[in-house]
Nanobody, 124 residues
Framework: QVQLVESGGGSVQDGGSLRLSCVAS????????MGWFRQSPGKEREFVAA????????RIGDVAKGRFSVSRDTGKNTIFLHMNNLKPEDTAMYCC?????????????????WGPGVQVTVSS
């Protein structure tokens, strides 16, 4: 059974950086797109970024454009979310998901497997 586990969350100051990781354990022949979403109390879930199965194609959400990027190490079944210039409004629980398909997807309904999430807190 495949499981997703995120890491790298924590607390940073306004303008700081973090790198989140998401490892897919279990079967190693994963060939699905993966993505990052976030949610904070009282707010709807937001699409952050997604990457195709090969790593060649990505999509970046409006909340992340110009500051975040996503990458993938296919050999290690791991994706990364590189977050720069973090702002207090980026404070949220960040979750990674594995999509049904191979192309990066922005709709969370296109994902069928989720990790437990990691907390990111940005203080001013």
């Amino acid at each position: 059974q495949v499981q997703l586990v995120e890491s790298g969350g924590g607390s940073v100051q306004d303008g700081g950086s973090l790198r989140l990781s998401c490892v897919a354990s279990g079967r190693t022949d994963r060939r699905y797109a993966m993505g990052w979403f976030r949610q904070s109390p009282g707010k709807e879930r937001e699409f952050v970024a997604a990457i195709g199965w090969s790593g060649a194609s990505t999509r970046i959400g409006d909340v992340a454009k110009g500051r975040f990027s996503v990458s993938r190490d296919t050999g290690k079944n791991t994706i990364f979310l590189h977050m720069n210039n973090l702002k207090p409004e980026d404070t949220a629980m960040y979750c990674c998901g594995e999509a049904f398909g191979r192309s990066p997807a922005e709709d969370f309904l296109e994902y069928n497997l989720w990790g437990p999430g990691v907390q990111v807190t940005v203080s001013s």
